[in-house]
Nanobody
């Protein structure tokens, strides 16, 4: 299983970005997937998650601003981030959980300037 995250960058507060996560080597729709982020000196936290049945959950800090979606035709998961804040600055990782194992992408940096 391989996950390739992309789409990060530098954006001003209030701006938007869309992250992408291309997945290969797994049954895309049969497993839960999510976006996590890790700021410097902090633990890696869940941002958004989609179950195999398509139910999405969001961290309270991003509800109403971030939207997770997936495209089965291209085996790609997205995270649309609107109204970005400086506190959203972090390395964002995509991950897929298969059974008891979690597979991680390499991370993409998101920096929000004030």
């Amino acid at each position: 299983v391989q996950l390739q995250a992309s789409g990060g960058g530098l954006v001003q507060a209030g701006g938007s970005l869309r992250l992408s996560c291309a997945v290969s080597g797994s049954s895309f729709n049969l497993n839960g997937m999510g976006w996590y982020r890790q700021a410097p000196g902090k633990q890696r936290d869940l941002v958004a998650y989609i179950t195999s049945s398509g139910i999405t959950n969001y961290a309270n800090s991003v509800k109403g601003r971030f939207t997770l979606s997936r495209d089965s035709a291209s085996n790609t998961m997205y995270l649309k981030m609107n109204s970005l804040k400086p506190e959203d600055t972090a390395v964002y990782y995509c991950a897929q959980t298969i059974g008891l194992r979690t597979y991680w992408g390499q991370g993409t940096q998101v920096t929000v300037s004030s």
